[in-house]
């Protein structure tokens, strides 16, 4: 083991001890209820998922225009929407595409945030007032209408509104990355490096970057929630997922026009998005205390 890996280890022990023991974590979420339950619907989702076919009563995308509107009962769960769709059965597959939206978007944004962050932070001078500034001009502007921008340039699909969310997530990444970056770029581990002669290519790669990765995960994992309301909201104004395709927003925004007469056409996918919303917040939250040294230290 090297001077380099031996340093960074003891600090990352110091500052994020929690980190080390996966185990004490899953503990630690499962004995907070608030945050128990986030897990518990998160699973659920994945469960639904990935059981889509066997879990759905009907096709999503057969019509039965002689079953339109029907109220929710024993032959549809949830109800039928003004095409005859079941909705219980769109809503299970649209799990899927929330989940796409979600994996999709964060396997863009972190990249993207890190690198964008720990270079500004490690370099400084002109470097980090470059890439601070552009990251500045997309904070400037609410994520939504940013967006709605960017779909509008690209075309409504939903390909083109995972690219949308996606451009319009990755600054607050890059600024909580910048942050880490200061406070560990004049460590003792880090000056290790140095001396042994690391590129800074090597020094943020192996040194910072993992130092950074807790807070990260924290803010990928609150930011999903904003991933789903905003994948919504596109949907909503028809510039996201495209019909037939059982997306929450997209099925509340052809509900609406009927959703006096029909309550359940607009309700059930509102749920949905607060449920799976609501879940990822008090995920994201049991993971900050999981991660404090302060709340470690006092169990």
């Known amino acids: 083991m090297t001077v380099e890996t031996l340093t960074m280890s003891t600090a990352s022990r110091r500052r994020y001890p929690a980190l080390h023991s996966l185990r004490n974590i899953l503990v630690f979420l499962l004995g907070k209820p608030i945050s128990c339950f986030g897990l518990v619907v998160i699973g659920l989702l994945l469960v639904i998922a990935l059981f889509a076919p066997l879990l759905a009563t009907h096709d999503p995308y057969a ?3 002689a079953n339109t509107l029907a109220a929710p009962g024993a032959a549809n769960f949830f109800g039928t929407d003004e095409l005859g769709r079941d909705i219980y059965s769109r809503l299970v597959y ?3 595409i929330t989940l796409t939206i979600i994996t999709l978007v964060t396997a863009v944004v972190g990249p993207i945030g890190l690198i964008v962050g720990t270079t500004a932070g490690y370099f400084g001078g002109l470097v980090d007032t470059v890439m601070m500034r552009v990251t500045d001009i997309f ?15 690209l075309g409504p699909s939903l390909n083109n509104a995972i690219i949308a969310i996606a451009l319009t997530s990755w600054p607050p990444i890059a600024r909580l990355a910048r942050a880490e970056t200061l406070t560990f770029r004049s460590a003792d581990y880090v000056a290790a490096a140095r001396l042994q002669g690391a590129s800074p290519l090597r020094i943020i790669a192996k040194s910072i970057v993992p130092m950074c990765l807790p807070s990260v995960i924290i803010r990928l ?4 929630a904003t991933v789903i309301l905003t994948a919504a909201g596109l ?7 495209q019909p037939p395709l059982p997306e929450w ?3 509340i925004a052809t509900g609406r026009r ?4 029909s309550w359940w056409l607009v309700t059930f996918p509102g749920l949905a998005i607060l449920m799976v919303s609501l879940a990822f917040n008090l995920v994201g939250d049991g993971l900050r205390d999981a991660l404090d040294p302060k709340q470690m230290n006092r169990r």
């Open 63 to 65: 019509q039965n225009l």
């Open 94 to 96: 649209g799990t899927r």
């Open 139 to 153: 904070l400037s502007f609410p994520g939504l209408i940013l967006a709605l921008a960017f779909v509008a340039a």
């Open 221 to 224: 994992t609150l930011n999903m």
């Open 235 to 241: 949907g909503f104004l028809g510039l996201g997922a």
């Open 249 to 251: 927003g997209a099925m």
């Open 258 to 261: 009927y959703m006096i007469d």
